[in-house]
C-alpha cells in the first residue's frame, strides 16, 4: 500500500488517505489492474468541525470493478477532484470558525477618558452624551491590536434620535488631520441600534504591543444628546469581513473603470466630430478624419443618457444607427431627421461614430468599436429659444445669498445686483399622477409637476426679479433615506451616495432615472425662462471638490466622479440654453485649490477637475460653462483674509480673496476661454466672514473684509458678482456668524444690522469711500 497524508494549512484539520495500489495501478495497463485494498479516506476532525463526518469510504467493489475498466482513470480523476473539494470545504469552514478572542470593554465612564465639548451622564443602563460646542470629542486609551486578518472594529450600541455626520477616529497624540479616520455616521434612530468604526482601515496607527490613545469626534454641533451603551474593542464578525471583501471587489471594479475612462481621454481617435446642430426638424452632425481608418463600415449613433462615453455603446433593433460615408475630403455630414419633440434630441443626448458588430452577444445585442469620442450639441434651434434680451452686463456686482432671509426694502437698501436660489430637485417632478401635482406637457411629454415647491419658488424667484436683480438657481438633490427607491420606481439620488453627504449627485446610473433628472430640467428651463421667473445662471450642485460632504455618490475615484458630473453638468446646459441662449452653467468650488492629501476618494484637487473640464471641452466639445467659486478665508473663523497664508502662484494650496488675482488671470489664457473665445463668466457665489455680535473687534473686522473684498475682486475682469453669504446669522451653521446681520429674535425677526451691514450698503455708493476709511487700516497697516 502507498500512503499519502495531506495537511491542510489550518493546525487543527489532518487529513490522511490510503490509496492501495497506486503505485501498481500507475504502471498498469487501465484495462487489467492488479487487485488489491481498497482506497479509503480518513479525517481526523476538530471540535468546530464536529457535524462533518469523521470518515468517507469508498466502495471496494466499486473501485476494483472501475479499476478492471476503461473508466479507471476517470475514477481517479474523480477522486482528486473530489478531495480537492473538501479540502477547500475544510480549509473555508476552519476560518470562518476561527477561535477570535473575545470582545475587551472600554470604559466611556471612567475619568480616565477625556471630554471636550462634551457632557456625560453615567446611569447603570447606559451614558448619556450631550454635546457642549462645536467640537464634542472623547479620548481614551484601547489596548493592544495584534495583526490578525480581520479587522479590529470599535463598537458601541447607540440611540441618537438626532443622528450625527462627521464621525471621525483620530490615533495618537498630538492629535492631527494626518491621523485621522473618518467614520461612516450615526444614523438617525429611535432606539437602540448598533454602530461600529473600522479601526484598521489604517493599520499604521495601530499598536501590537502596548495601549494606543484614540479619540472619537461626534460630529460638529453642539446641543447633541444620544445615549451609548457596551462599548468594545473586537475583530470583525462575519458580515462585516463579508461586506469588506464585497468592498473591495467594487474598489477594484472601480479603479479599471478609471483608468478606463482617464485612457478616453488620452485616445487618438481616428474621427472627430466637430458640429452637432439642431435645426427644425433635423440633427445635423459633421466631422472629418484625423487618422487611418482601417473599416469602411462605419455608424453614427446616439449614446443613451446613462451611458458612460468610455465604455463601448452596444446596439439592437431598437437603436438609431446612421451610415456615414467619408468623402475624397476626409469629411462627413449626416442630416437625421428629428423634430422638436423627438427622443433623439433629449436633454443630454450625445453622438458618436462606431464600427458595429455583425455578431450578437448574449443579451442579443452588437458590440461596437468607437471610432470618435463622443460629441455634444454645439447650437440648438432658435426656433425652440424664448425671446429675450441679453443679461445684464455684471462686473463685480454686490449679491446675496439666501435671498428669502429679507424683505424686498432690504433688498433695494442694499443695491443688490445678484442673487441665488436653492432649488431642491427632488420630488419637483413625477412621471406618473401623485397628489398636488399638476399635469404639464414638458418636452412632448405628460408629466406631474408638484405644485407646492414649484409656486414657492416662484416667489422666491419673483421677489429677486421684482428688484432687478440676476437671479442664480443652485441645483441640489438633498441626501434621504426616503429618497433611496424600494422599487423600480426612478429617483434623482444617486444610489451609492453615502449618508455622510448633505447632497448627492443626480441618478445619472440608470436610464429611467436619467430621463426624470432630464425632464426636471426641462420643467426648470421652460418655466425660468421668462420675465419674472427668470433664471440666467445655473449653478450645477454644491462644492463639488468636496463631494463626500457636498454632491455625495460614495467613495469613487475622481474619473469616475467627473465623468457622472460633466455629463449632469452637461444635461443642465443642453436644457437651459436651449430655452434661454444667455443662460450659463456654472461648476462650483471650494477655496482649496491643491488640497494636501484629500481623504482618498471623497475629496478632488480643484485645480484637477477644472483641468479635466477644459480636457473634457477638447475631446467631447467646448461649452460656455463658467466658474462658480467660494473664495472663503484660509480660516472661516477668522474673517482677516489679508492675512492669509496664500502663494501667488497657480501652486497655490487655496484660493481666497488675497490671492484671487492669480486664478482671474488663469482664466484669461487661450485654453481655458469658452467656444467664442471670451473669458469664462465667474460668479463669487458663496462667502462670507464670521463674526460674532458679542465681539466688538470681530464686528469691526467683518466690516473691513467686506471693503477689501471689492478692492480685491474689482481687479478680477472675469468675476460677475460676489454673491456675500448671508444676510441673517443662522444657528445651523457650527458656530459661525456669517450674516452681515445677527441672529433673528422677535423683537428683530431679521436680526439687528451689524457694522458689515453699512458696509456692504455702501459699496458702489457716493458714502463708500468716506466710509471705507475708518476699516482700511486692517489690511493696509
Known amino acids: 500500500m502507498t500512503m499519502i497524508a495531506l495537511r491542510c494549512t489550518s493546525n487543527s484539520i489532518w487529513c490522511s488517505i490510503a490509496l492501495g495500489c497506486c503505485g501498481e495501478l500507475l504502471q498498469s495497463s487501465p484495462t487489467h489492474p492488479p487487485g488489491g485494498a481498497f482506497p479509503s479516506f480518513a479525517i481526523e476532525s476538530t471540535p468546530t468541525l464536529q457535524c462533518l463526518p469523521h470518515m468517507i469510504s469508498i466502495n471496494r467493489s466499486s473501485v476494483q470493478s472501475a479499476f478492471r475498466s476503461d473508466a479507471a482513470v476517470r475514477y481517479v480523476a474523480l477522486f482528486l477532484f473530489f478531495l480537492t473539494w473538501v479540502i477547500g470545504v475544510f480549509a473555508t469552514a476552519e476560518a470562518q470558525n476561527a477561535v477570535m478572542p473575545p470582545p475587551q470593554s472600554i470604559d ?17 443602563v447606559a451614558i448619556t452624551f450631550v454635546t457642549t460646542g462645536n467640537d464634542p470629542s472623547i479620548a481614551f486609551q484601547i489596548p493592544a491590536t495584534p495583526a490578525n486578518e480581520r479587522h479590529w472594529v470599535l463598537a458601541m450600541e ?28 450615526i444614523i438617525r434612530s429611535e432606539g437602540w441600534t448598533t454602530y461600529s468604526c473600522d479601526l484598521s482601515r489604517d493599520k499604521q496607527f495601530l499598536r501590537e504591543d502596548g495601549p494606543i490613545w484614540l479619540r472619537l469626534d461626534f460630529g460638529a454641533a453642539a446641543n447633541k444628546r444620544f445615549q451609548v451603551r457596551n462599548v468594545v474593542l473586537r475583530l470583525e464578525n462575519d458580515f462585516e469581513l463579508r461586506t469588506r471583501q464585497q468592498k473591495l471587489e467594487r474598489i477594484e471594479s472601480l479603479q479599471k473603470l478609471d483608468s478606463q475612462i482617464a485612457s478616453y481621454y488620452q485616445t487618438a481617435f481616428p474621427i472627430k466630430i466637430t458640429q452637432v446642430t ?3 426638424d433635423h440633427i445635423l452632425i459633421a466631422g472629418e478624419s484625423t487618422g487611418k481608418l482601417s473599416t469602411a463600415n462605419l455608424s453614427l449613433i446616439p449614446r443613451n443618457l446613462s451611458d458612460i462615453s468610455a465604455i463601448a455603446a452596444r446596439v439592437d433593433s431598437q437603436s438609431a444607427v446612421h451610415p456615414i460615408r467619408i468623402n475624397a475630403e476626409g469629411t462627413f455630414e449626416v442630416r437625421v431627421p428629428a423634430v422638436s419633440d423627438s427622443t433623439l434630441r433629449a436633454t443630454g443626448m450625445r453622438w458618436q461614430v462606431v464600427s458595429i458588430s455583425n455578431q450578437l452577444d448574449s443579451d442579443g445585442k452588437r458590440p461596437t468599436v468607437p471610432f470618435s469620442a463622443v460629441h455634444h450639441v454645439d447650437t440648438f434651434d432658435v426656433a425652440e429659444a424664448n425671446e429675450l434680451p441679453p443679461t445684464p452686463a455684471l462686473r463685480a456686482a454686490k449679491g446675496m445669498t439666501c435671498l428669502s432671509e429679507l424683505a424686498p426694502e432690504h433688498i433695494r437698501e442694499l443695491g443688490l445686483k445678484h442673487g441665488s436660489v436653492n432649488i431642491v ?35 422666491r424667484v419673483q421677489m429677486g426679479r421684482d428688484a432687478g436683480l440676476v437671479m442664480a438657481g443652485i441645483l441640489l438633490i438633498p441626501n434621504s433615506r426616503n429618497g433611496k427607491r424600494a422599487d423600480d420606481s426612478p429617483t434623482l439620488q444617486h444610489p451609492d451616495a453615502d449618508p455622510a453627504g448633505a447632497y448627492t449627485m443626480p441618478n445619472l446610473v440608470d436610464q429611467d432615472s436619467a430621463e426624470l433628472y432630464a425632464a426636471t430640467l426641462d420643467f426648470l428651463a421652460e418655466r425660468y425662462s421668462r420675465g419674472n421667473l427668470r433664471i440666467d445662471h445655473w449653478i450645477v450642485h454644491n462644492e463639488i471638490d468636496a463631494g463626500w460632504q457636498w454632491t455625495n455618490m460614495g467613495e469613487v475615484p475622481m474619473h469616475v466622479y467627473l465623468d457622472h458630473y460633466f455629463r449632469s453638468l452637461r444635461m443642465v446646459d443642453a436644457a437651459t440654453r436651449r430655452i434661454n441662449p444667455h443662460a450659463r452653467s456654472f461648476i462650483t468650488l471650494t477655496h482649496h485649490w491643491n488640497l494636501a492629501d484629500p481623504p482618498h476618494w471623497r475629496w478632488y484637487a480643484s485645480k484637477d477637475i477644472v483641468e479635466a473640464l477644459v480636457r473634457h471641452g477638447e475631446v467631447e466639445g467646448n461649452f460656455p460653462w463658467g466658474l462658480a467659486h467660494h473664495p472663503y478665508p484660509e480660516s472661516l473663523w477668522e474673517s482677516d483674509t489679508w492675512n492669509d497664508n496664500v502663494e501667488f502662484t497657480m501652486d497655490t494650496a487655496r484660493f481666497t480673496l488675497k490671492n484671487w488675482k492669480v486664478l482671474d488671470d488663469y482664466l484669461h489664457t487661450k485654453r481655458l476661454r469658452d467656444p467664442k473665445g471670451n473669458v469664462r463668466a465667474v460668479l463669487l457665489s458663496e462667502q462670507g466672514f464670521h463674526a460674532s455680535e458679542a465681539d466688538t473687534e470681530a464686528l469691526d473686522q467683518q466690516a473691513a473684509a467686506v471693503f477689501y473684498t471689492f478692492e480685491k475682486i474689482r481687479e478680477c475682469s472675469s468675476v460677475l458678482a460676489f454673491d456675500y453669504h448671508r444676510p441673517v446669522d443662522s444657528r445651523g451653521e457650527g458656530g459661525l456668524y456669517l450674516g452681515l446681520r445677527g441672529l433673528s429674535s422677535p423683537e428683530h425677526p431679521r436680526g439687528e444690522a451689524k457694522p458689515a451691514w453699512d458696509a456692504f450698503k455702501a459699496i458702489d455708493t457716493p458714502s463708500e469711500s468716506n466710509l471705507r476709511v475708518r476699516y482700511e487700516s486692517h489690511w493696509k497697516d
Open 278 to 280: 439642431h435645426d427644425s
Open 425 to 459: 430637485l427632488s420630488g419637483l417632478v413625477s412621471i406618473s399622477p401623485r397628489p398636488g401635482f399638476l399635469p404639464m406637457e414638458i418636452r412632448g411629454r405628460k408629466r406631474y409637476v408638484n405644485q407646492g415647491m414649484m409656486r414657492q419658488l416662484d416667489r
Open 108 to 124: 466611556w465612564a471612567s475619568e480616565a477618558s477625556k471630554l471636550h465639548d462634551l457632557r456625560r451622564e453615567v446611569s447603570d
Open 158 to 185: 447607540v440611540f441618537c434620535p438626532q443622528g450625527i455626520r462627521e464621525m471621525e477616529v483620530f490615533y495618537q497624540q498630538p492629535w492631527s488631520a494626518q491621523r485621522r479616520v473618518d467614520q461612516p455616521p
